[in-house]
C-alpha cells in the first residue's frame, strides 16, 4: 500500500478555473509534509512544508492546507505558466527519509 | 537548483557498462540524496548520506553504489547489474537542523541502450 497517494493524476483546467489537488497520506506519526513544483525534464521546485494539522500557507496563486489524513493544493485563477506537475512528499517523525507520491500532472490552457 | 550541479544533463551508455553520475553542492548542507524517477512513478529512494562518509541505501539501491568522501560530492554509479538504468536521476541536499525541506539539482537523464 502506498503511504502517499496523490489525486488525480492528471488535471486539465481553462485558465482562470480555480481548483484543488488532494495528497492523502498513511504514515502513523507525520512530522512534515512537503510541496514541490516540477517542470518538464528538470528537478523539483520547493513550494511548501506543512507541519500541524489546520495549517495553512500561501504563495502568489498557491495555497497549502493540512488535515491529520490529508493535504491539498489550493490554485486559484490559475494561468498557463502554473502547468507543471506537484509532487507531495511526507516524513514520518524522526530524521526519517521523505516518502514521495506520484504526483498530479496539471496543465493550464488559455 | 541553485547551488547543486548535476552533470551531464544527457548521458547516454551501452548495456554492461558502469557509469557514473555527478552531483556537487555548494550550499554547505550535511545531508545528501539520491533519487531515481520513471514514468508514472514518482521519486524514489537510492542512497542517501547524512554526513562525510556515511551513507545508508534506500528503498531501490540494487545495482548502484554511492560515496561521501567529501561533504560537497556524492556521486552515484550505476552499475552493469542494475537492470532497468535508464531512468532521470536527481540529486539533492538538506540541511539538518536548520530546515527541513530538500532541494534539488537539475537532474541527468541517463539512456542505457
Known amino acids: 500500500e502506498d503511504q502517499v497517494t496523490q489525486s488525480p493524476e492528471a488535471l486539465r483546467l481553462q485558465e482562470g478555473e480555480s481548483s484543488s489537488l488532494n495528497c492523502s497520506y498513511t504514515v502513523s506519526g507525520l512530522r512534515g509534509l512537503f510541496w514541490y513544483r516540477q517542470d518538464p525534464g528538470k528537478g523539483p521546485e520547493f513550494l511548501f512544508t506543512l507541519y500541524s494539522a489546520g495549517e495553512e500557507k500561501e504563495k502568489e496563486r498557491l495555497k497549502a492546507t493540512l488535515t491529520k489524513k490529508e493535504s491539498f493544493l489550493h490554485i486559484t485563477a490559475p494561468k498557463p505558466e502554473d502547468s507543471a506537475t506537484y509532487l507531495c512528499?511526507?516524513?514520518?517523525?524522526?530524521?526519517?527519509?521523505?516518502?514521495f507520491g506520484k504526483g498530479t500532472r496539471l496543465s493550464v490552457i488559455a | 537548483d541553485g547551488g547543486i550541479t548535476q552533470s551531464p544533463k544527457y548521458l547516454f551508455r551501452k548495456e554492461g557498462q558502469n557509469v557514473t553520475l555527478s552531483c556537487e553542492q555548494n550550499?554547505?548542507?550535511?545531508?545528501m540524496y539520491w533519487y531515481r524517477q520513471d514514468p508514472g512513478q514518482g521519486l524514489r529512494l537510492i542512497y542517501y548520506?547524512?554526513?562525510?562518509?556515511?551513507?545508508q541505501k534506500g528503498d531501490i539501491a540494487e545495482g548502484y553504489s554511492v560515496s561521501r568522501e567529501k561533504k560537497e560530492s556524492f556521486p552515484l554509479t550505476v552499475t552493469s547489474a542494475q537492470k532497468n538504468p535508464t531512468a532521470f536521476y536527481l540529486c539533492a541536499t538538506h540541511n539538518p537542523g536548520h530546515s527541513d525541506e530538500q532541494y534539488f539539482g537539475p537532474g541527468t537523464r541517463l539512456t542505457v541502450t
Open positions: 512528499a511526507v516524513q514520518e517523525a524522526g530524521n526519517t527519509p521523505l516518502v
Open positions: 548520506s547524512q554526513i562525510v562518509n556515511d551513507f
Open positions: 550550499l554547505n548542507h550535511d545531508a
